[in-house]
């Protein structure tokens, strides 16, 4: 016999006590921040009132919380009007402007093809170009980048490897094998690549494997990152390569390979990392994890407040 | 009779005439009415004036003879002896005179006299006459005016006015023709008219008073009735008790406790009352009776005058004892603490009985001082248990009915005003005395009526009915499935102590046949040893652990790896899950901090609970997420990547059937099991 009432509450507060962030994303104006979780929701939190100088505790909390899908809500990725998230198996897209609102619908859902009804896959990246099939990766795709410069995008993957692919042929470009080079391999943790950022000519790459930069054009590792914990997301900023991981810490790392710093953040794993170009402040960056706070750093040295999810 | 002497004796003369005359009138009395005097007749034809000359002269004339015979004698009286003689005779003549004219003066006075007198006489009848008239007229008068003042009867009662008169009464009475002319007449007809309407008013009455005296008799017979029919009921009732006890209807039972029921402080009334509706209405298996001295309650309640009188007494000797026993205040005060706690002597208890005939025992009471009632619990079960080691606190009278409701300890008393009065005599608070006067939930206080708001003190709170009513059946049906949750995990944890997850067939499905890890042990650890543990701060933070929650560690083994898992079993068990925390000691010390995967199984038991809970009660959820967690530890270590680096072959071959080994960027193994098809697959 079970109380009606108040079961939402107990299964809710068991939820949050084992809720992950897995993507976030900045709206187009920089105001609000996107995030989703492992149970499917997205929450839209008001980021520049929580910033402002009169933010109160209510600002801390999500503005909405939308039921996108029925199974984690793997990644996020915003235009100029839509949010796009993933789940196993749909792509889903939500307009910004109506997102606030309750009631919110998708406005499309797309299913890419697959193979077989059991193999449902999960969308593990998005980002925001025409669509060609790229086949080439072994195991399962972890993490998807475009470049900048030139119209390719990079792809890491479960299998140890980065491939880049050119987007108007679909072709693969060039192959790098990570778990390969005898500098960053990690063999007892694993060769899947988790991490992965690119800034012009360089990459970062991370995950089983150490946390290592590359040059794309010679493809050879530059400088190994010396992070025990496997990273699970990286990002240039600037000159820094931010990376967070497995432990509560957000690293701060020059090109050089030096540590500058690590702020301790709530979340017992970072797995999503989020700078926000458009917003008043010139620096902020939000990071998501294992935890229902959301960090949000106007200084990268220390946290100045979370948010949480409800 | 000499001259002087007739002359002293003039006055005198008439008496001494009279006495002879009287006395010859003895002598001759009946001669009296015969003697006449001559003079009388001679009187009036004698002139009075004339006689006084006569008289004068007479006088004279003797005084003159009387000088010569004076003279005479002084001459010598031999030679005019015969002028003396003749003077002397003269003088006698003249004495004769004066006699007559005496006589005739005496006579002329008699007759004055009765003349006089007779006239009086007149006047006196007259006036006699005068008075009397005057005494009639006077009489007369004051009949008058009495016949003038003269308020007949008739005038003092109230006639009917003249118009009702004339529209009431009956022509021949009212002769309209006469009387309106006359008023004699007229008033006659009306009160001939009052006399008729009296006469039929008085037979009337006379009815009605016969008629009253009928009714009289007939309510003395009822009465009689009545009163003799009282001691025939209660022989029936003496009579009937063996059929109500042969037919199971203790309805004087039940009598008998209302009676005694009556002596209950109101918010024990009020719980017995809606107790027993509601078990008599909805729920067979609940048994109310209450249970004290009904003596020592009647005796609260003393009339005022006693127990002023036992005041001052007791003052007194209060006094006296405080004066002896000045150094021990502590005395003093421990005395007015029991006042303050004391528990009126009457208490409800509460059977509920539940299916497997398993019963729980509640006695409630009732503090009079603090106005809150308490409750103490005990569990008789059916059979005999075998006592787990771990179960030690599960059905302990004092932790029984903790959090019936979420956040009810149990520890403070709910009445805020008791505040104020504990402060008066150095209580901390009511827990230090919880294990003797019994728990004050707050559930407790509004089955009996009592709803105190919160921390706002009220003047009074008195005992309400409806309040009672709408929690009655909530709260028996929670303390219903509280006993039966707690005896079920009761022998679920004897079950677990020996290494074996008991499960249902009900629930096979829910895990694979072949599970290899084993519950290698299971005990209680108290609250502070699971707050030390590094790996449960998250659930101390979420507020999931407090200190009225029970905790215990269960280890469960494959192989060399040990999974350790602190629990928090929250007091409202099935209906709240337990919740878990894991670690994991397999090449190096792994929890939900640093392995992803471990958060996850942590997640499998504590957020996906709802299909653990088994059949209806939901009672096998504990032993449900144990199976569990020994299934997702299978599948944890089977599917571990093999580490190149080290040599030999992998410690645990996989052997569950799994689609995909990696999903997600969390990069999660499968832990959900599908039933028919008996494979792995992630969520």
């Known amino acids: 016999m079970a109380l009606s009432s108040p079961s939402g509450g107990v299964r809710r507060a068991r939820q949050l006590l084992h809720v992950s962030v897995l993507a976030q994303s900045a709206s187009p104006c920089g105001r609000f921040l996107a995030a989703a979780n492992d149970f499917g929701e997205i929450a839209i939190f008001g980021l520049s009132a929580a910033l402002s100088a009169e933010a109160k505790e209510e600002n801390r909390r999500a503005v909405a919380v939308v039921r996108a899908h029925n199974g984690p809500v793997y990644s996020l990725a915003s235009t100029e009007r839509l949010l796009l998230s993933g789940s196993d198996g749909e792509i889903r897209a939500w307009s910004w402007a109506e997102l606030g609102r309750k009631g919110c619908r998708e406005l499309w859902t797309r299913r890419p093809p697959c193979r077989s009804s059991l193999e449902v896959p999960e969308i593990n990246g998005l980002e925001v170009n025409q669509r060609h099939e790229l086949r080439g990766h072994q195991d399962l795709v972890h993490v998807v980048a475009l470049r900048e410069q030139l119209p390719q995008v990079l792809s890491g993957g479960e299998d140890g490897t980065v491939r880049l692919w050119d987007l108007r042929t679909g072709a693969q470009v060039q192959l790098i094998e990570v778990h390969k080079y005898q500098e960053c391999s990690r063999p007892q943790l694993g060769k899947w690549i988790r991490c992965l950022a690119t800034e012009s000519d360089w990459m970062v790459c991370g995950g089983g494997p150490a946390l290592t930069l590359w040059h794309l054009r010679s493809g050879t590792p530059t400088t190994v990152f010396g992070l025990a914990q496997p990273q699970h997301h990286a990002l240039f900023h600037q000159d820094l390569v931010l990376s967070g991981g497995v432990g509560p810490a957000l690293h701060l790392l020059q090109l050089s390979g030096d540590v500058r710093g690590k702020v301790p953040v709530t979340p017992a794993a970072l797995r999503s990392l989020c700078l926000h170009p458009r917003s008043p402040e010139h620096q902020v960056l939000t990071v998501a994890g294992n935890s229902p706070k959301i960090d949000v750093f106007t200084n990268l040295g220390y946290r100045a407040f979370s948010l949480s999810f409800t | ?683």
């Open chain 2, 1 to 683: 009779m000499s001259s002087e002497s007739s002359k002293k004796r003039k006055p005198k003369v008439i008496r001494t005439d009279g006495a002879p005359a009287e006395g010859k009138r003895g002598k001759g009395d009946t001669d009296q009415d015969v003697r006449y005097y001559s003079e009388e007749s001679e009187v009036d034809l004698r002139d009075p004036i004339k006689d006084y000359e006569l008289y004068r002269e007479t006088c004279q004339e003797l005084q003159r003879l009387m000088a010569e015979i004076q003279e005479l004698k002084s001459r010598g009286i031999k030679e005019n002896a015969s002028e003396i003689d003749e003077r002397r005779v003269q003088s006698c003549v003249h004495f004769m005179t004066l006699k007559k004219l005496n006589r005739l003066a005496h006579i002329r006075l008699k007759k004055g006299r009765d003349q006089t007198h007779e006239a009086k006489q007149k006047v006196d009848a007259y006036h006699l006459q005068l008075q009397n008239l005057l005494y009639e007229v006077m009489h007369l008068q004051k009949e008058i005016t009495k016949c003038l003042e003269f308020k007949s009867k008739h005038e003092e009662i109230e006639l009917v006015s003249l118009e009702e008169f004339y529209k009431e009464a009956p022509p021949e009475i009212s002769r309209p023709a006469i009387t309106l002319t006359e008023p004699h007449q007229q008033t006659l007809a009306r009160l001939d008219w009052e006399l008729e309407q009296r006469k039929r008013l008085a037979e009337k009455y006379k009815e009605c008073l016969t008629s009253k005296e009928k009714i009289l008799k007939e309510i003395e017979v009822k009465k009689e009735y009545l009163s003799s029919l009282q001691p025939r009921l209660n022989s029936i009732m003496q009579a009937s008790l063996p059929v109500q006890e042969y037919l199971f209807m203790p309805f004087d039972q039940a009598h008998k406790q209302y009676e005694t029921a009556r002596h209950l402080p109101p918010p024990l009334y009020v719980l017995f009352v809606q107790a027993s509706a509601y078990g008599q209405a909805c729920d067979k298996k609940l048994v109310v009776a209450i249970e004290g001295s009904v003596e020592e309650a009647k005796a609260l309640y003393k009339p005022p005058e006693d127990s002023q009188d036992d005041e001052s007494d007791s003052d007194a000797e209060e006094e006296q004892t405080t004066k002896r026993r000045r150094p021990t205040l502590g005395v003093q005060l421990d005395d007015k603490r029991k006042e303050m706690l004391k528990r009126h002597p009457l208490s409800v208890t509460l059977d509920l009985k539940c299916k497997d005939d398993n019963v729980l025992h509640l006695t409630f009471h009732y503090l009079m001082n603090l106005n809150v009632m308490t409750v103490k619990a005990k569990v008789t079960t059916a059979m005999e248990m075998t006592t787990a080691i771990s179960a030690g606190d599960l059905l302990s009278p004092d932790s029984l009915l903790n959090c019936l409701y979420p956040g009810d300890h149990g520890r403070k008393t709910p009445n805020p005003a008791n505040q104020f009065q504990f402060d008066k005599v150095g209580i901390l608070t009511l827990s230090d005395y919880v294990t003797e006067l019994g728990h004050p939930y707050v559930w407790v206080q509004k089955l009996g009526g009592l709803h105190f708001p919160k921390d706002q003190p009220q003047h009074t709170v008195a005992a309400d009915n409806s309040l009672s009513a709408s929690h009655m059946e909530l709260t028996v049906k929670l303390l219903r499935s509280r006993l039966q949750s707690r005896l079920a995990l009761h022998k679920q944890f004897a079950s677990l102590e020996h290494g074996v997850v008991p499960v249902s067939s009900e629930c096979q499905q829910l895990f694979p046949t072949k599970i290899v890890s084993r519950l290698v042990k299971w005990t209680a650890i108290p609250y502070e040893d699971y707050a030390e543990l590094p790996y449960t701060k998250d659930v101390i933070e979420a507020g999931l652990a407090e200190d009225t929650h029970l905790y215990y560690m269960a280890l469960i083994e494959r192989g060399t790896a040990k999974l350790q898992a602190a629990v928090v079993l929250n007091p409202g068990y099935s209906t709240l899950p337990p919740v878990f925390s894991l670690c994991l000691n397999w090449k190096g010390e792994r929890n939900s901090s640093n392995d992803d995967n471990i958060r996850a199984m942590e997640s499998e038991v504590n957020v996906y609970y709802k299909e653990l809970w088994g059949p209806k009660p939901g009672y096998q959820l504990l032993t449900n997420q144990l199976q569990r967690l020994c299934m997702v530890l299978d599948v944890y270590l089977e599917t571990e990547p093999h580490d190149p680096s080290v040599e030999g072959p992998k410690e645990f071959p996989q052997e569950k059937m799994c689609l995909r080994l990696v999903r997600g960027p969390l990069r999660l193994k499968p832990f959900k099991f599908n039933y028919p098809q008996g494979f792995f697959s992630h969520r």
